[in-house]
T-cell receptor, first 112, second 117 residues
Protein backbone atom coordinates (compact mmCIF):
# COMPACT_ATOMS: atom_id res chain seq x y z
CA UNK A 1 0.00 0.00 0.00
CA UNK A 2 1.20 3.52 -0.73
CA UNK A 3 -0.59 4.90 2.30
CA UNK A 4 1.47 7.05 4.61
CA UNK A 5 1.88 6.26 8.25
CA UNK A 6 1.68 8.99 10.84
CA UNK A 7 3.26 9.19 14.21
CA UNK A 8 2.12 9.71 16.86
CA UNK A 9 -1.52 8.67 16.52
CA UNK A 10 -2.44 11.12 19.27
CA UNK A 11 -0.64 14.06 20.85
CA UNK A 12 -1.71 16.20 23.79
CA UNK A 13 0.25 19.35 24.73
CA UNK A 14 -0.20 22.61 26.61
CA UNK A 15 -1.12 25.80 24.84
CA UNK A 16 2.00 27.68 23.76
CA UNK A 17 4.10 24.55 23.28
CA UNK A 18 5.24 23.27 19.90
CA UNK A 19 3.67 20.21 18.29
CA UNK A 20 5.52 17.89 15.93
CA UNK A 21 3.90 15.21 13.79
CA UNK A 22 5.66 12.80 11.47
CA UNK A 23 4.67 11.04 8.28
CA UNK A 24 6.41 8.20 6.47
CA UNK A 25 5.60 6.79 3.05
CA UNK A 26 6.77 3.94 0.85
CA UNK A 27 7.03 4.97 -2.80
CA UNK A 28 8.43 8.02 -4.58
CA UNK A 29 6.30 11.16 -4.61
CA UNK A 30 5.65 14.29 -6.63
CA UNK A 31 4.70 16.22 -3.53
CA UNK A 32 3.45 15.79 0.01
CA UNK A 33 0.64 17.79 1.57
CA UNK A 34 -0.71 18.33 5.05
CA UNK A 35 -4.39 18.77 5.82
CA UNK A 36 -6.29 19.63 9.01
CA UNK A 37 -9.69 18.26 9.97
CA UNK A 38 -11.73 19.75 12.76
CA UNK A 39 -14.25 17.46 14.41
CA UNK A 40 -17.25 16.83 12.16
CA UNK A 41 -15.85 18.86 9.29
CA UNK A 42 -14.10 18.28 5.98
CA UNK A 43 -10.36 18.49 5.50
CA UNK A 44 -8.62 21.80 4.90
CA UNK A 45 -5.36 22.09 2.97
CA UNK A 46 -2.51 23.56 5.03
CA UNK A 47 0.71 23.31 3.07
CA UNK A 48 2.35 21.52 0.15
CA UNK A 49 6.01 20.59 -0.22
CA UNK A 50 7.40 19.35 -3.53
CA UNK A 51 9.83 16.47 -3.84
CA UNK A 52 12.72 18.84 -4.68
CA UNK A 53 12.12 20.97 -1.57
CA UNK A 54 13.48 20.25 1.88
CA UNK A 55 11.68 22.76 4.06
CA UNK A 56 8.73 25.09 3.80
CA UNK A 57 7.12 27.62 6.12
CA UNK A 58 3.63 29.07 6.35
CA UNK A 59 2.85 31.22 9.36
CA UNK A 60 3.30 29.02 12.44
CA UNK A 61 3.70 25.90 10.30
CA UNK A 62 7.01 24.39 9.29
CA UNK A 63 7.19 21.32 7.07
CA UNK A 64 10.28 19.30 6.28
CA UNK A 65 10.73 16.58 3.70
CA UNK A 66 13.48 13.95 3.57
CA UNK A 67 13.04 11.96 0.37
CA UNK A 68 15.96 9.67 1.20
CA UNK A 69 14.15 8.54 4.34
CA UNK A 70 10.70 8.89 2.74
CA UNK A 71 9.49 10.97 5.64
CA UNK A 72 8.07 14.38 6.47
CA UNK A 73 7.35 16.31 9.61
CA UNK A 74 4.89 19.07 10.45
CA UNK A 75 5.79 21.49 13.23
CA UNK A 76 3.20 23.83 14.69
CA UNK A 77 4.85 26.49 16.83
CA UNK A 78 3.25 28.36 19.73
CA UNK A 79 0.16 26.15 19.67
CA UNK A 80 -3.30 27.54 20.35
CA UNK A 81 -6.52 25.90 21.50
CA UNK A 82 -7.88 26.42 17.98
CA UNK A 83 -5.16 24.11 16.63
CA UNK A 84 -6.98 21.16 18.22
CA UNK A 85 -7.81 18.92 15.26
CA UNK A 86 -6.68 15.86 13.34
CA UNK A 87 -3.77 16.35 10.96
CA UNK A 88 -3.26 14.19 7.88
CA UNK A 89 -0.39 13.88 5.49
CA UNK A 90 -1.25 13.11 1.89
CA UNK A 91 1.15 11.89 -0.76
CA UNK A 92 0.92 12.45 -4.49
CA UNK A 93 2.80 9.52 -5.99
CA UNK A 94 4.69 9.36 -9.25
CA UNK A 95 2.89 6.25 -10.50
CA UNK A 96 -0.71 6.09 -11.53
CA UNK A 97 -3.31 8.83 -11.72
CA UNK A 98 -2.56 11.95 -9.74
CA UNK A 99 -4.51 10.92 -6.67
CA UNK A 100 -3.73 11.80 -3.10
CA UNK A 101 -3.21 8.98 -0.61
CA UNK A 102 -3.93 9.98 2.98
CA UNK A 103 -2.34 8.69 6.13
CA UNK A 104 -4.24 7.66 9.25
CA UNK A 105 -3.77 11.02 10.91
CA UNK A 106 -2.52 12.46 14.19
CA UNK A 107 -5.13 13.64 16.68
CA UNK A 108 -3.75 16.82 18.29
CA UNK A 109 -5.25 18.21 21.50
CA UNK A 110 -4.13 21.58 22.83
CA UNK A 111 -4.89 22.01 26.53
CA UNK A 112 -5.52 25.57 27.76
CA UNK B 1 -15.79 31.61 -3.92
CA UNK B 2 -18.40 29.07 -2.88
CA UNK B 3 -17.05 25.85 -1.40
CA UNK B 4 -17.79 22.22 -2.19
CA UNK B 5 -21.44 21.54 -1.38
CA UNK B 6 -22.61 18.15 -0.12
CA UNK B 7 -25.97 16.78 0.94
CA UNK B 8 -27.39 15.35 3.02
CA UNK B 9 -25.14 16.04 6.01
CA UNK B 10 -26.51 13.09 7.95
CA UNK B 11 -28.32 9.91 6.94
CA UNK B 12 -29.43 6.93 8.98
CA UNK B 13 -30.63 3.82 7.17
CA UNK B 14 -31.06 0.14 7.85
CA UNK B 15 -28.85 -2.46 6.23
CA UNK B 16 -29.89 -3.52 2.75
CA UNK B 17 -31.50 -0.13 2.11
CA UNK B 18 -30.14 2.29 -0.46
CA UNK B 19 -28.76 5.81 -0.09
CA UNK B 20 -27.51 8.53 -2.39
CA UNK B 21 -25.16 11.44 -1.73
CA UNK B 22 -24.83 14.54 -3.84
CA UNK B 23 -21.85 16.80 -4.41
CA UNK B 24 -21.43 20.11 -6.22
CA UNK B 25 -17.76 21.00 -6.65
CA UNK B 26 -16.14 24.42 -6.88
CA UNK B 27 -16.91 26.07 -10.19
CA UNK B 28 -14.17 25.40 -12.72
CA UNK B 29 -12.71 22.40 -10.89
CA UNK B 30 -12.46 19.64 -13.45
CA UNK B 31 -11.44 16.90 -11.02
CA UNK B 32 -13.88 15.48 -8.47
CA UNK B 33 -13.21 12.87 -5.81
CA UNK B 34 -15.27 10.77 -3.43
CA UNK B 35 -13.50 9.59 -0.30
CA UNK B 36 -14.76 7.28 2.44
CA UNK B 37 -13.60 8.07 5.97
CA UNK B 38 -14.30 5.50 8.64
CA UNK B 39 -14.19 6.80 12.21
CA UNK B 40 -10.61 7.17 13.43
CA UNK B 41 -9.08 6.57 10.01
CA UNK B 42 -7.79 8.65 7.13
CA UNK B 43 -9.85 9.21 3.99
CA UNK B 44 -9.78 6.41 1.42
CA UNK B 45 -10.32 7.28 -2.24
CA UNK B 46 -13.36 5.60 -3.75
CA UNK B 47 -13.50 7.24 -7.16
CA UNK B 48 -11.88 10.09 -9.08
CA UNK B 49 -13.45 11.87 -12.04
CA UNK B 50 -11.78 14.10 -14.60
CA UNK B 51 -14.66 16.10 -16.08
CA UNK B 52 -17.25 13.33 -16.60
CA UNK B 53 -14.77 10.49 -17.12
CA UNK B 54 -13.56 8.06 -14.44
CA UNK B 55 -9.82 8.29 -13.76
CA UNK B 56 -9.60 5.82 -10.86
CA UNK B 57 -12.23 3.61 -9.26
CA UNK B 58 -9.94 0.79 -8.17
CA UNK B 59 -11.14 0.91 -4.55
CA UNK B 60 -14.84 1.34 -5.26
CA UNK B 61 -16.87 -1.75 -4.22
CA UNK B 62 -18.64 -1.94 -7.52
CA UNK B 63 -21.10 -4.61 -6.45
CA UNK B 64 -22.83 -2.07 -4.21
CA UNK B 65 -21.37 1.37 -4.90
CA UNK B 66 -21.89 3.47 -8.00
CA UNK B 67 -21.07 7.05 -8.88
CA UNK B 68 -21.74 9.33 -11.80
CA UNK B 69 -20.86 12.79 -12.97
CA UNK B 70 -22.99 13.10 -16.05
CA UNK B 71 -22.40 16.71 -17.12
CA UNK B 72 -18.92 17.06 -15.68
CA UNK B 73 -20.15 19.23 -12.82
CA UNK B 74 -22.07 17.75 -9.87
CA UNK B 75 -21.87 14.11 -8.87
CA UNK B 76 -23.91 11.46 -7.10
CA UNK B 77 -22.60 8.52 -5.08
CA UNK B 78 -25.03 5.67 -4.47
CA UNK B 79 -24.86 2.66 -2.17
CA UNK B 80 -27.26 -0.22 -2.77
CA UNK B 81 -27.65 -2.35 -0.72
CA UNK B 82 -25.93 -0.83 2.30
CA UNK B 83 -23.98 -2.93 4.80
CA UNK B 84 -23.10 -2.18 8.39
CA UNK B 85 -19.46 -1.59 7.43
CA UNK B 86 -20.51 1.24 5.11
CA UNK B 87 -21.07 3.45 8.15
CA UNK B 88 -18.66 6.30 7.53
CA UNK B 89 -18.35 9.89 6.41
CA UNK B 90 -18.41 10.30 2.64
CA UNK B 91 -16.28 13.24 1.61
CA UNK B 92 -16.43 14.94 -1.73
CA UNK B 93 -13.48 17.01 -2.92
CA UNK B 94 -12.55 18.88 -6.06
CA UNK B 95 -9.42 20.33 -7.60
CA UNK B 96 -8.14 22.12 -10.65
CA UNK B 97 -6.52 19.90 -13.24
CA UNK B 98 -3.00 19.31 -11.86
CA UNK B 99 -1.30 20.08 -15.19
CA UNK B 100 -2.89 23.53 -14.99
CA UNK B 101 -2.42 24.23 -11.29
CA UNK B 102 0.91 22.44 -10.97
CA UNK B 103 -0.21 20.30 -8.05
CA UNK B 104 -3.17 18.32 -6.85
CA UNK B 105 -4.55 20.46 -4.00
CA UNK B 106 -8.00 19.36 -2.87
CA UNK B 107 -10.88 21.40 -1.50
CA UNK B 108 -13.22 19.26 0.59
CA UNK B 109 -16.88 19.52 1.39
CA UNK B 110 -18.14 19.08 4.95
CA UNK B 111 -19.04 15.44 4.28
CA UNK B 112 -22.12 13.24 4.55
CA UNK B 113 -22.23 11.06 7.65
CA UNK B 114 -23.88 7.70 7.03
CA UNK B 115 -25.02 5.39 9.82
CA UNK B 116 -26.19 1.92 8.81
CA UNK B 117 -28.19 0.08 11.47
Amino acid sequence: SQQGEEDPQALSIQEGENATMNCSYKTSINNLQWYRQNSGRGLVHLILIRSNEREKHSGRLRVTLDTSKKSSSLLITASRAADTASYFCATDHLQGAQKLVFGQGTRLTINP
Amino acid sequence: EAGVAQSPRYKIIEKRQSVAFWCNPISGHATLYWYQQILGQGPKLLIQFQNNGVVDDSQLPKDRFSAERLKGVDSTLKIQPAKLEDSAVYLCASSLTPRISGANVLTFGAGSRLTVL
